[in-house]
């Protein structure tokens, strides 16, 4: 038998009772409120309009890509279209979902019963919408990594409100940061006996308080070298794009584990939940996200390692540590296949859509895990893999594939309790397909482009074999993801009114699920 | 395909060896789920797969860096790696090209002062040095039939070596990083030998 200890911090209790949350809260509570549920769910509809915005501008440049030459889209519209979808996905979308769903989380998961510093999360979002609106007015055309000297010598009159996003979105994360991490501090003493989501919230704070800085730095220092007070990255005028790059990978590379360690997180409650019994192991998670947090600090010179200043011993030692950065990564998923494999799935479980997009977020990081072991390699980067499509192949089968995918999970598995209702069964198994057929070929096909040498960031290209068919399906690809989103947004405002009443506990774990011998923990 | 790194036994197995990673993950993923037997798994094993995964990555991390090192070493050994760059060295490629990269486009000049814009002629199997520069922004550098890519900072050298395609024909030359809206335009053809009589 699972052991107190076990359930409490591998638990498998429900937190909530189902209730219409969202109905009874007016649109003041809604956006001005301090009460967790407030925040977290104004956090996560605010999110899905970003995701809405990031996906049409994705579908818009995605239809002028389906065939070579230019058909409607400009190259400077194209890019702001892109660099919008890039950065509107990242800081609007895949980061504030997550950590959204973690503010609904951890006040009853880690029971400290509120949101502890909830000022500072209401914030942070504040400063968040004030850096989207103050982004899409920029209109950039410098695409999320800001490059400069071209991100200094882009862009209209109004490009400056753009690096000013930067520092507010550096600024809205920090405050984040703060938050998940005083939260997951209220365990301090205890942290032995602390919830998966706990090490998680530790994680997550620490990347966000240590990175942001830097990057609100880069921000502004790209504000002051555009405006010609400095020069610091400039080379015309006697600056170093070098120290640009260490500066804003300093925070670029964790910043791509920010949505991941949530979304780790939201694993390590829903699995035990849905499954009626603990993790495998509680001190092989621990020990991951401890990893993932150390690595994820060390290995960003990953990024430029084409770059005059990453060779010899640095190009050896980054090479090195980014090969071993899959080792948390893969503890993680041996728990999550142990803990599958470890006594029979409920029917309960592989009925319910969280679960399902659960596995599927699980299939994809092993797929966008794997090529990290080729990406880390210099040799084969220096080949095929620099810039060229392989690189968003990997970070959409990890961003798309596995956190946005974690993320709707959490939202399908905490609908039924801020709105008292079920969604419908049907129409969410139809958005699971149409993303797991949309993403999986998206992944694919541009791995294939890559390794056929296809560039980033390009509005027109060569009428090339080895490239039209990919390009064209992959707008196809694209479609069925856009077409699987309407249909789950129908889904969560149909059923809002209509979905079937939840019970008292919308998870129960069927009778054929009661964990045997075999389910109680090893340690 | 002619391949500058030399990669191509290297890169097959390291491409092996991700195929048999992926698969071997899914399908545990797939077991887990859906066959019968429930299978309650030891702490050593997850220990030793990460050893064995350890292993794996540090045999790549030796390959990759030999492999590097000896692509390097050709650039080095000949003097010519760095910003200054020893003219006697220059002998031992067949042809020596400077390549400006600039928004949007690229200018070749060949050692007897031809200069050429988006293109440049070289002969079969040669042994060609490119040395490339940039006075704007950062751009990129790919040839993808040489299987090389390299990113260059405005006001910072950079040399590669390829061994030019034994079949005559134009290859593909183009920037592979963001720099600025005409960047999709910013390409160039290796022309090899003589393609009309080909």
Not at chain 1, 244 to 252: D, H, L, N, P
Not at chain 1, 361 to 388: M, R
Not at chain 1, 478 to 489: M, P
Not at chain 2, 101 to 114: I, L, N, P, R
Request: glycine share 8%; proline share 5%; hydrophobic share 50%.
């Amino acid at each position: 038998m699972a052991s107190d200890l076990d359930t409490q911090r591998m638990g498998a209790t429900p937190h909530w009772k189902p209730h219409n949350v969202i109905g009874e809260m007016s649109l003041r509570d809604l956006l001005f409120s301090n009460d967790y549920k407030c925040i977290a769910l104004k956090g996560i509809l605010t999110s899905f309009v970003m995701l809405a915005l990031g996906g049409a501008f994705a579908l818009a440049f995605r239809t002028e890509l389906a065939v070579p030459d230019i058909q409607f889209l400009g190259a400077r519209p194209y890019m702001t279209l892109m660099t919008l979808h890039g950065m509107l996905m990242v800081f609007g979308f895949v980061i504030p979902i997550v950590i959204s769903i973690c503010y609904y989380m951890m006040p009853k998961v880690l029971g400290t019963g509120r949101l502890l510093w909830a000022g500072a999360a209401q914030a942070s979002y504040w400063t968040l919408i004030l850096a989207a609106v103050l982004l899409i007015i920029s209109r950039p055309d410098f695409t999320w990594t800001l490059y400069p000297p071209m991100s200094l010598r882009v862009g209209g009159d109004l490009v400056w409100m753009g690096y000013v996003a930067v520092v507010l979105v550096a600024i809205s994360e920090f405050l984040a940061g703060a938050v998940l991490l005083r939260n997951a501090w209220a365990s301090k003493g205890r942290w032995m006996k602390m919830p998966m989501m706990g090490w998680g919230m530790m994680a997550e704070g620490g990347l966000l308080l240590l990175s942001t800085p830097l990057l609100g730095l880069t921000g502004l220092v790209l504000l002051t070298d555009w405006m010609g007070v400095t020069a610091l990255f400039d080379p015309s005028r006697g600056g170093d794009v070098m120290t640009f790059m260490y500066m804003f990978w300093f925070y670029g590379h964790p910043a791509v584990y920010l949505p991941l360690v949530p979304a780790i997180a939201i694993i390590y409650t829903l699995m035990p939940r849905l499954l009626g019994r603990p993790m495998w192991s509680y001190m092989s998670g621990v020990i991951a996200f401890v990893l993932l947090f150390i690595l994820s600090f060390v290995v960003f010179p990953h990024h430029f390692q084409p770059a005059t200043t990453v060779f010899g011993v640095v190009q050896r030692v980054t090479q090195g540590l980014t090969l071993m950065i899959f080792i948390p990564s893969t503890l993680h998923v041996f728990n999550w296949i142990a803990t599958l494999w470890s006594d029979r799935i409920p029917s309960s479980a592989m009925r319910s859509t969280p679960f399902q997009f659960m596995i599927g977020a699980i299939f994809f990081l092993i797929i966008g895990g794997v090529t990290g072991f080729l990406n880390a390699q210099i040799s084969v980067d220096t080949d095929f893999i620099h810039n060229t499509y392989w690189v968003p192949a990997h970070f959409h089968a990890m961003f798309l594939g596995f956190c946005a995918q974690m993320a709707i999970a959490g939202v399908y598995y905490l609908y039924p309790y801020f709105t008292g209702r079920m969604y419908n069964q049907r129409l969410a198994d139809t958005h699971f397909w149409l993303w797991q057929i949309g993403i999986f070929t998206k992944v694919m096909l541009m791995y294939a482009l890559g390794y056929a040498y296809f560039p980033r960031w390009v509005v027109d290209y060569l009428p090339l074999a080895e490239w039209t068919g990919s390009q064209f399906a992959l707008t196809g690809a694209a479609y069925l993801i856009g077409i699987g989103f309407l249909v789950f947004v129908t889904n969560m405002v149909w059923s809002a009114t209509r979905g079937r009443i939840a019970e008292d506990d919308p998870w129960p774990v069927s009778d054929d699920a009661t964990p045997s011998a075999a389910a109680v923990p090893a340690e | 395909m002619q391949n500058a790194l030399g990669l191509m036994g290297d890169q097959a197995i390291m491409i092996a060896i991700t195929f048999a990673l992926g698969i071997g993950g899914i399908a545990a993923l797939f077991l887990a789920l859906f066959w019968p037997k429930r299978w309650r798994m030891k702490y050593r094993m997850e220990v030793g797969f990460v050893l064995l995964l350890v292993a794996v990555a540090i045999y790549a991390d030796w390959r990759s860096t030999e492999t590097f090192q000896a692509y390097d070493a050709g650039l080095r050994a000949e003097g010519v790696s760095g910003t200054i760059v020893d003219p006697a060295a220059r002998a031992s490629f067949d042809r020596t090209i400077t390549v400006l990269a600039f928004q949007w486009g690229f200018v070749f000049t060949t050692e007897d002062g031809k200069i050429s814009r988006n293109a440049v002629r070289v002969e079969p199997g040669e042994k060609v040095l490119f040395q490339i520069l940039s006075n704007d922004v950062i751009h990129g550098f790919n040839i993808p039939v040489a299987g090389i890519t390299t990113e260059f900072d405005p006001g910072k050298d950079r040399e590669i070596w390829i061994k030019a395609p034994r079949e005559p024909g134009k290859y593909l030359i183009q920037c592979v990083n963001y720099c600025g809206v005409g960047h999709a335009q910013m390409k160039a053809w290796l022309v090899v030998g003589d393609i009309e009589a080909a």
